[in-house]
């Protein structure tokens, strides 16, 4: 929270800073598994409430009113056709959850800065097939950006009707991060040793 929002001056200022985070990191999960869907085995979403008065996680609250994290899933889970941004690539996605293979499709997004001022946009059509996944396009690495800005997003069918539309909120000190992280992980070594751990577990296993 203090590095992507500042810190909290105060509860009032604490709790919408608190579902902005939950929010984003709900729907970045289950936008996750939609791309991945091919590849990856699903998703355990904990959980459904809590059971004291607390910002993350929850679908509804301890006083069983839904929090963000609860609009978070709605938008990538609720539509047949989702266009979304992978906050690991900066590809824009269009996840397609029906049998029906979909032509002609258009797909537009933008980079806006902090000032309102459109820095980069592109359209393109595309056509998706039966409950397929299609990388449209790659946002590209902006040098004068600001800190904080935005990258709202549009799919139309052929006939010009909304199928899906988001908006992201990014940060340049985040995507920074992200990218050190990676490197880390690319970097470090894997281990193929067997521990001792789990070789008494396999021991009890086959007795």
């Not at 709202?152 to 199928?163: N, Q, Y």
Request: glycine share 6%.
């Amino acid at each position: 929270m203090r590095a992507r929002y500042g810190p909290a001056a105060d509860l009032n200022d604490y709790v919408p800073k608190g579902q902005l985070i939950a929010y984003d990191n709900e729907r970045a999960m289950f936008e996750a598994y939609g791309r991945n869907k091919f590849k990856s085995t699903g998703v355990i979403k904990w959980m459904l409430n809590n059971a004291w008065p607390s910002l993350a996680w929850h679908l509804y609250d301890y006083y069983l009113e839904a929090g963000s994290c609860y609009y978070g899933t709605q938008n990538p889970s609720s539509r047949c056709t989702h266009v979304q941004y992978s906050y690991d690539d900066k590809s824009v996605v269009v996840v397609n959850r029906t049998l029906n293979q979909s032509t002609g499709v258009t797909v537009r997004t933008a980079v806006i800065d902090f000032a309102g001022a459109q820095k980069w946009s592109k359209t393109s059509v595309i056509d998706l097939p039966a409950d397929g996944v299609v990388r449209a396009f790659t946002v590209p690495n902006l040098a004068d950006l600001s800190k904080t800005y935005f990258v709202p997003l549009k799919l139309k069918d052929r006939r010009g009707a909304v199928l899906s539309q988001d908006f992201y909120w990014l940060d340049r000190r985040g995507r920074a991060r992200l990218e050190q992280e990676r490197l880390v992980l690319q970097r470090r070594p894997r281990s193929t040793e067997i521990s001792p751990r789990s070789q008494r577990c396999r021991r009890r296993r086959s007795a």
